[in-house]
T-cell receptor, first 119, second 111 residues
Framework: GAVVSQHPSWVICKSGTSVKIECRSL??????MFWYRQFPKQSLMLMAT?????????EQGVEKDKFLINHASLTLSTLTVTSAHPEDSSFYIC???????????????FGPGTRLTVL | DAKTTQPTSMDCAEGRAANLPCNHS???????VYWYRQIHSQGPQYIIH???NNETNEMASLIITEDRKSSTLILPHATLRDTAVYYC????????????FGKGTRLSVIA
């Protein structure tokens, strides 16, 4: 159980184009999903928190108009990188929160990641 | 900001126990200790979490000191596939608070 998938696993695009990344919780419903990015040899950096049916909350320094997040259902969140540039090349990882049966059972499970390369 | 301190790297011989320490001296009473690992070019994998009691599952054991200011993750019989970056994270157990990752410990299991 607790499987999170991402699509695509990797993508190469030209500068100026937009890229959409999907994150799905396969065997559970996720009211909250999180988006992270990771540059080479660095740790994961939180980009935004996505709540089903409402606007995402972005971390300081993350442009909400550039990184569009949609969480239209309890099993799907999408991240669209608009007008991508080479500096947006990174490893993008989503995670979904399982709200369990009590305090301490709240756990985040991560997708396999999407490697974006912008030429 | 990450609220934990971990060694940058560690080596462990295959088949031996890997003991990964973590300091979290400013942990609050309602914060849990979570451990994740990230194998190269993959998403983080949940390992275990706990509040104050020691915990064990099929992957690992978590030992938390009585004052809760530090903890140790134990992989009882490390294999080459356990080579990864291990992250110790403290956060409240409920709500939408996301996991904040520090730099973690790079564990290398050596044959």
């Amino acid at each position: 159980g607790a499987v999170v998938s991402q699509h695509p696993s990797w993508v190469i695009c030209k500068s100026g184009t937009s890229v959409k990344i999907e994150c799905r919780s396969l065997d559970f419903q996720a009211t909250t999903m999180f988006w992270y990015r990771q540059f080479p040899k660095q740790s994961l950096m939180l980009m935004a928190t996505s709540n089903e049916g409402s606007k995402a909350t972005y971390e300081q320094g993350v442009e909400k108009d550039k990184f569009l997040i949609n969480h239209a259902s309890l099993t799907l969140s999408t991240l669209t990188v608009t007008s991508a540039h080479p500096e947006d090349s990174s490893f993008y990882i989503c995670s979904a929160r399982i709200a369990g049966g009590g305090i301490g059972t709240d756990t985040q499970y991560f997708g396999p990641g999407t490697r974006l390369t912008v030429l | 900001d990450a609220k934990t301190t971990q060694p940058t790297s560690m080596d462990c011989a295959e088949g031996r126990a890997a003991n990964l320490p973590c300091n979290h001296s400013t942990i609050s009473g309602n914060e849990y200790v979570y451990w994740y690992r990230q194998i190269h070019s993959q998403g983080p994998q949940y390992i275990i979490h706990g509040l104050k009691n020691n915990e064990t599952n099929e992957m690992a054991s978590l030992i938390i000191t009585e004052d809760r200011k530090s903890s140790t993750l134990i992989l009882p019989h490390a294999t080459l596939r356990d080579t990864a970056v291990y992250y110790c994270i403290v956060r409240v157990g409920l709500g939408n608070t996301p996991l904040v990752f520090g730099k973690g410990t790079r564990l290398s299991v050596i044959a």
